[in-house]
């Protein structure tokens, strides 16, 4: 088990709502990168926050949002849900910029979304 | 080019078996080459990963052969185990100057038969 948490681990909503999910990344490390993971397929990369800052992002639209606070802990906000939302949410962190063991993302058990 | 292919889809072996999974990458970029393996209702752990300056890495049952110029590399499972029914996911990264961007693939669902 990694130190990565996460909650809620299932949330129903339905269309046009919005929702907050939270991550806690293991200690010491200050990166967090939010996943979508359909079912049956591969994670894609949402986002990443190193000290606060959006650091990359992938192919999601802007109702896709996110912060990270002082203690690394991060949230992902999805506004306007559609359907499609529906999905596995994964938190991953990782060790500070600068060094090989940076490469290796820890997971949490991530957040089940189903949008109705 | 910044897909990761990945095959099969799916696997059924026999205990003791050595299931095989294979990866392919078009972005020369990528340097950093992951394994997760993941069961139902958890999330992706890692299991062994590599770089492209190798062609080969073992970590206990779990071995990575790397072929940098057919730019594919894949996982073997040697003497596998039904405690090794899960989805496996290869994934590449590269480091930019936004961090480690990863990039995984479809998934092969594992089956270790008794």
């Known amino acids: 088990e990694t130190g990565v948490t996460q909650s809620p681990t299932h949330l129903i909503k339905t269309r046009g709502q919005q929702v907050t999910l939270r991550c806690s990344s293991q200690s010491g490390h200050n990166t967090v990168s939010w996943y979508q993971q359909a079912l049956g397929q591969g994670p894609q990369f949402i986002f990443q926050y190193y000290r606060e800052e959006e650091n990359g992002r992938g192919n999601f639209p802007p109702r896709f949002s996110g912060l990270q606070f002082p203690n690394y802990s991060s949230e992902l906000n999805v506004n306007a849900l559609e359907l499609d939302d529906s999905a596995l949410y994964l938190c991953?962190?990782?060790?500070?910029?600068?060094?090989?063991?940076?490469?290796?993302?820890?997971f949490g058990p991530g957040t089940r979304l189903t949008v109705l | 080019q910044q897909q990761v292919k990945q095959s099969p889809q799916s696997l059924i072996v026999q205990k003791g078996g050595i299931p095989i999974i294979n990866c392919a990458y078009e972005n020369t970029a990528f340097d950093y080459f992951p394994w997760y393996q993941q069961f139902p209702g958890k999330g992706p752990a890692l299991l062994i990963a590599i770089r492209p300056d190798v062609s080969e890495k073992k970590e206990g049952r779990f071995t990575i052969s790397f072929n940098k110029s057919a730019k594919q590399f894949s996982l073997h499972i040697m003497d596998s185990q039904p405690g090794d029914s899960a989805t496996y996911f290869c994934?590449?990264?590269?480091?930019?100057?936004?961090?480690?961007?990863?990039?995984f693939g479809p998934g092969t669902r594992l089956s270790v038969l008794p």
């Open positions: 991953a962190s990782s060790l500070p910029l600068g060094g090989a063991s940076t490469d290796t993302q820890y």
């Open positions: 994934a590449a990264s590269r480091r930019d100057n936004y961090g480690q961007n990863f990039v």
